[in-house]
């Protein structure tokens, strides 16, 4: 079989799971960015009950595989009651790994906004919360963004991982291809064709985009 | 802030001449080093005040305790007669909350060395930023005000810019637009020509000059421009060592030092110039 015949044959599969693990990566990107932005401001909170359940969650989250919390959210947590249908325990389960992750980049951007900036805000007499929403996380956005293109990558390429708990994704796929044709070389390297161009041409133009249309709201472009 | 006596320290000052600003036995350390020691010093209502001293002396530290950037150890500010820090409780005084301390800080504006505008906002926005999210006036109203402070300033057609694209000179004026903004009773101004290209200073101290001519502010400065202090002070301060060593009106302070230190820090000054 020519690969042309081939990918006649099998591409209406490897797009579908491609679908899924398009749509799998934006929803745990989502979750990903709303728990770092929980989570990281969390560990600047001056409560240190606050902080101490930020710090866990990271530290359990980043120190952990991200292969065993997806068998944790997926076969551990029905024992307790806690029941996720398979594809929520894929994207939950990577959302939460680099929502870890993630909640780094968002202390370390916040920290990194100068000094000056808190105490201009303070001097203008604004609440704590809108010195943090209106002055500081503005300016920590444009300071993380590079980092989180490269973590968003890395969150793509994690989501293969849920091939392993049966969702239907690219990697579920091919898998499945390579089950019946044997044929690796053409089932593997289309896969990891997709992957790249998910990543190079697709995420990456999105975060420069980002990056230039935030620098533009800060008057530096 | 370590627990101290507060017995001494009346709940609020009384009297014909409330200073506007009162340091009442003002201590401020880091550990062991002592950067404030129990300083007293009043400012009057609409007195311009300048700190001069080497650097070290505690010069901003007097302005940063006064904005509550810093936290003081021992002793008792008071602005516009009350206690800043701490608030009345029964008969004795107690560490302020946020409501008390807001309340208070309202009263004070600042202008720092490195401008710190809001890079994120144009010179308008910086200015509107106040009077809208924290005195809740309408967009228009907060608008009017700022345009008509940025034209006081010079800055009304610069007003859509960011401050990336502000030189140094224009960064203060829009900042001093923006404190201003925010109608304080009192200003301070911690060496705000200290990070200017020496050809732009004029153009701030010109700003100041015009705000102590029309407007009735209570102002403390620091700052590096002894001709600048000279010539707009009321009175000059001479710090030395977290103390006032010296101080006085500034023909007497830059005319005829009495102390050695003030003495030897002048006509070190004036060498370098």
Redesign the interface.
């Known amino acids: 079989m020519s690969y042309l015949e081939f990918l006649g044959q099998y591409g209406d599969r490897i797009l579908s799971g491609t679908v899924v693990t398009v749509v799998l990566t934006v929803l745990a990107a989502l979750l990903a960015v709303a728990i770092a932005l929980a989570a990281g401001l969390m560990r600047l909170a001056p409560n240190a009950l606050v902080r101490g359940v930020a710090t866990v969650y990271i530290e359990i989250f980043r120190g952990t595989s991200l292969l065993v919390q997806l068998y944790w959210i997926f076969f551990v947590l029905p024992l307790f009651g806690i029941t996720f249908e398979k594809f929520t325990a894929g994207f939950v389960a990577v959302g939460m790994n680099l929502g870890a992750y993630g909640a780094e980049l968002v202390r370390g951007a916040i920290l990194s906004v ?1 000094r ?2 808190w ?9 704590p919360a ?1 010195r943090m929403w ?2 500081i996380l ?2 920590a956005v444009l300071i993380m963004l590079p980092s989180w293109g490269n973590l968003l990558i890395e969150m793509l390429k994690g989501t293969a991982l849920v091939a392993l708990i049966a969702v239907t994704d690219l990697m579920f796929q091919v898998k499945q291809i390579n089950g019946t044709t044997f044929q690796s070389a053409e089932a593997f390297g289309t896969a990891l064709i997709i992957y790249y161009i998910l990543a190079r041409f697709m995420l990456t133009p999105f975060m420069r985009w980002l990056e230039r249309f935030m620098q533009r ?4 472009a | 802030m370590n627990s101290q006596d507060m017995s001494g320290f009346p709940l609020e000052l009384q009297g014909e001449t409330v200073p506007m600003v009162s340091f009442r036995k003002v201590t401020k350390s880091y550990g062991n080093l002592v950067v404030m020691d129990s300083l007293d010093l009043d400012i009057a209502e609409g007195e311009m005040v300048t700190i001069i001293g080497p650097s070290g002396s505690g010069k901003t530290t007097v302005l940063r305790m006064l904005m509550t950037l810093e936290t003081i150890n021992g002793g008792v500010i008071y602005v516009d007669g009350k206690p800043l820090t701490h608030m009345p409780d029964g008969n004795g005084l107690v560490h302020a909350n946020d409501r008390y301390l807001r309340r208070m800080r309202s009263k004070i504006g600042m202008c720092f060395q490195h401008f710190n505008l809001f890079p994120h906002m144009t010179a308008l926005e910086n200015c509107m930023e106040g009077p809208v999210h924290v005195l809740g006036l309408s967009k228009k109203e907060a608008r009017e005000r700022s345009e008509e402070l940025l034209a006081m300033v010079g800055m009304a057609d610069k007003r859509n810019q960011h401050p990336s694209r502000l030189s140094g000179g224009q960064q203060q004026r829009v900042a001093i637009a923006r404190a201003m903004a925010m109608r304080p009773k009192v200003m301070l101004f911690d060496e705000v020509t200290s990070a200017l290209d020496p050809e732009v200073i004029g153009e701030v101290t010109n700003v100041i000059r015009k705000l102590v001519a029309e407007h009735h502010l209570t102002m403390l400065m620091v700052t590096h421009q002894m001709g600048f202090a000279k010539d707009i002070s009321d009175r000059v301060c001479f710090f030395y060592g977290g103390r006032i060593e010296e101080q006085g009106a500034p023909e007497e302070l830059f005319g005829n030092p009495r102390r050695e230190r003030t003495q030897q820090f002048l006509s070190a000054v004036k060498e370098a110039i």
């Not at chain 1, 709201?217 to 530096?220: I, N, T, V």
């Open positions: 100068p000056g900036q105490e201009a805000a303070l001097a203008l007499n604004m609440s809108k209106r002055v503005p300016q709201r800060l008057g530096r």
